[in-house]
């Protein structure tokens, strides 16, 4: 009986770059990892994994801190896309989930998230009243992140560099969002969404708002938004919906947990 043997990558260095990419993200508490010990855990030289490394950060999967490294950005930006793949996976179990929501606020529902740097629905419910907002026309994927409320609180909560994207592929908001003429007070008026955690748009004939889904690290990975015409708000039904909106995004949240 032979024993089997290891299989040979094709590719060797590749297979070591994803080596470290194992070890990097068993540090789930992103401590960081000096080189020192990522090349003994490797049974590898210095200089082979320090390449491999440099390779790594320039591509976004590391970030080098002072030679301490940690996962990077399109790692985490990995994630978040797989979440929200999970949902489109599980679409029956996502949309029962936001009916019971879209019940309770009486109108229609949508939830987005940013994949591959571009805002994307990937669920959404119309509610059961007689006048409504059509969300799709409101939320379509093929408008600018800035366009809708579920795309700003996206790009609020976005890493940096997810940030940098969205205005190489979007460019500066103006008249898409409140006149926004440069790249440092759209990201002053996004400062300002994630301190109030919510994304409120009352101009025109439509009311519409959003609010963060976050992990348990506090990443977010979706936004989950709501909207209906303007003459059926009132202050106190506003200050209703919002608070539904909330407690929405949190049973949601609790759906990825459970998973």
Not at 63 to 83: H, I
Request: hydrophobic share 40%.
């Amino acid at each position: 009986m032979t024993q089997n043997k290891k299989t040979k990558a094709p590719v060797e260095a590749l297979r070591k770059g994803l080596q470290i990419l194992e070890l990097l993200n068993a540090d789930w508490r992103r401590e960081g990892i000096p080189l020192a010990q990522i090349a003994q855990q490797m049974g590898q030289n210095k200089t082979t994994v320090h390449n491999l490394l440099k390779t790594l950060v320039i591509c976004g999967f590391a970030e080098n801190n002072d030679g301490v490294y940690t996962t990077g950005w399109k790692v985490r930006r990995l994630a978040k896309e797989q979440l929200a793949g999970d949902i489109v996976s599980q679409n029956q179990k996502w949309i029962g989930a936001l009916a019971v929501l879209s019940d309770k606020i009486e109108e229609p529902l949508v939830l987005a998230s940013l994949i591959q740097g571009r805002r994307q629905v990937i669920a959404r419910v119309e509610s059961t009243q007689s006048v409504q907002v059509n969300s799709k026309f409101c939320e379509q994927n093929d408008v600018t992140t800035w366009e809708t409320v579920t795309g700003r609180v996206l790009a609020a909560y976005a890493l940096d560099q997810e940030k940098l994207q969205l205005f190489e592929t979007d460019g500066i908001p103006g008249r898409s969002w409140n006149g926004l003429s440069t790249i440092e007070e759209t990201l002053a008026e996004l400062d300002r969404i994630k301190a109030n955690g919510i994304a409120i748009d009352a101009e025109g004939e439509v009311f519409s708002a959003a609010v963060p889904i976050m992990t348990s690290d506090g990443s977010v990975f979706a936004a989950l938004g709501v909207y209906l015409p303007m003459f059926r708000i009132s202050p106190y039904r506003q200050s209703s919906i919002l608070k539904l909106l909330k407690e929405g995004a949190q049973t949601l949240a609790s759906l990825i947990r459970n998973n």
